[in-house]
Nanobody
C-alpha cells in the first residue's frame, strides 16, 4: 500500500526553526520527485519546494527561498523540509506529494503529482 506520511509539524515561534519529514512506503521512492505544498486557512494550496528523484535538483517558491531547505535520504525513503526563520504567513497545513519521474532528477517541478500525504499542521506564532 502506497503511503506518504508527514511528521514534524507543530507550533514554532517566528525566527525559530522546524524540520518536517515525509516518509514514503509501498513504492520505489527513488523513482519519484517529492514536493512540499501548503494550504493556509481560506487559501488555495500552493507549492513550497520540490526535489528531484536523486536529490541533486530542487526548486523553491520565492516566498521561502533562503529560509527553507529541502533534502532527501533515499536510503531512508524520507524527504525533509528544514524551515528556518519561519514567519506567521508560513502558517498552514503542509503536505508532501510524489511525482513519478524515474531517474530524471532534473524533473524537479512537482507540477503533476501522483500521490499525496494527509498533511501536518504548522503554526508560526509568538
Amino acid at each position: 500500500q502506497l503511503q506518504l506520511v508527514e511528521s514534524g509539524g507543530g507550533l514554532v515561534q517566528p525566527g525559530g526553526s522546524l524540520r518536517l519529514s515525509c516518509a514514503g512506503s509501498g513504492f520505489p521512492f527513488d523513482y519519484y520527485a517529492i514536493g512540499w505544498f501548503r494550504q493556509a486557512p481560506g487559501k488555495e494550496r500552493e507549492g513550497v519546494s520540490c526535489i528531484g528523484s536523486a536529490g541533486a535538483h530542487s526548486n523553491y517558491a520565492d516566498s521561502v527561498k533562503g529560509r527553507f531547505t529541502i533534502s532527501r535520504d533515499n536510503a531512508k525513503n524520507t524527504v525533509y523540509l528544514q524551515m528556518n526563520n519561519p514567519r506567521p504567513e508560513d502558517t498552514a497545513v503542509y503536505y508532501c506529494a510524489a511525482q513519478l519521474t524515474y531517474y530524471s532528477d532534473y524533473l524537479a517541478d512537482c507540477d503533476a503529482v501522483d500521490y499525496w500525504g494527509k498533511g501536518t499542521p504548522v503554526t508560526v506564532s509568538a
